[in-house]
């Protein structure tokens, strides 16, 4: 994920199969989120979301992935509870009713991937909770509002930081939006925060993955042991939403958006 470094223009056929990828994510998704119960563990939804890939003949996009000093990703599903920013790994943990839990997810079809992520309450939740979730929302929503040809880069995390923060809460800074494409992550690196107006100007055919992390104190982050869950420092909820969005010259197309779609 260097900084820097070319930004692929998709060809048409390549939209394709990003769109077809694309969709097989937000359909697994929706599928996932119906599943999220008081009582159902994280392992559960991962075996879930592996079986729908094999039924739909493509590939997880997380499973076995190894970044440079890390163990290889265990799972086809990143979930992670409450103060849990993002990477949790599945396992024995049951939901509890006022939960949130945000499913990240991501396959690979034809050679290209997409990458999506929401966060789902578990039974009902406490009214900040949802202010949380909303927010989040609201601040994806409004980094895709800027992508558009002739905007630049940074104009992205610009709106996603301007969001969060008139809300109260904090972006997490470690982790990035990203270029995707034949790999999962590409360049460029797209933070969550910055001035705007610097940085490359927006192109159609340029596909990126945008994904504010929110915490509702402090952006500070600390690893489990695992090396894989980031988790916020002061215990505080996180959320995570995310899509993988096409910029076409009428602006963003969210790939991963289908009807029910976050
Ligand atoms: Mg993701
Ligand atoms: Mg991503």
């Not at 994920?1 to 692929?8: L, N, P, S």
């Not at 989120?33 to 008081?38: D, F, K, L, Q, T």
């Not at 690196?189 to 993955?209: D, Q, S, T, Y």
Request: aromatic share 4%; proline share 5%.
């Amino acid at each position: 994920m260097g900084r820097g470094q070319r930004i692929e223009i998709r060809t048409p056929d390549e939209i394709e199969a990003m769109r077809d990828a694309a969709r097989h994510v937000a359909e697994i998704l929706i599928e996932l989120r119906e599943r999220v119960a008081p009582g159902v563990t994280t392992r559960e939804l991962d075996e879930y979301a592996e079986k729908a890939i094999a039924q739909r003949g493509v590939r997880s996009s997380f499973k076995g992935y190894d970044p440079l000093g890390l163990p290889a990703y265990p799972a086809v599903l990143c979930v992670s509870v409450n103060d849990e920013i993002v990477h949790g790994i599945p396992g024995s943990r049951e939901l509890v009713e006022g939960d949130i839990v945000s499913l990240d997810f991501g396959v690979e079809c034809d050679g290209f991937h997409g990458d999506s992520a929401v966060t789902v309450s578990v039974g009902r939740i406490g009214e900040e909770t949802q202010r949380l979730l909303d927010t989040s929302s609201q601040a994806l929503d409004e980094a895709m509002e800027v992508m558009v040809p002739g905007r630049r880069l940074s104009d992205i995390g610009h709106a996603v930081q301007r969001c969060v923060e008139a809300a109260g809460y904090s972006v997490v800074r470690e982790f990035a939006g990203h270029g995707i494409g034949r790999k999962l992550h590409e360049p460029p690196w797209i933070p969550n925060f910055g001035a705007a107006g610097r940085g490359p100007r927006l192109v159609p055919g340029m596909v990126f993955a945008i994904e504010p992390m929110v915490t509702i104190g402090r952006s500070d982050v600390k690893m489990r042991d695992d090396e894989w869950t980031a988790v916020t420092a002061d215990g505080s909820l996180a959320a995570h939403y995310e899509h993988t969005v096409l910029i076409t010259e009428d602006g963003p197309e969210a790939l991963t958006r289908v009807a029910g779609s976050h």
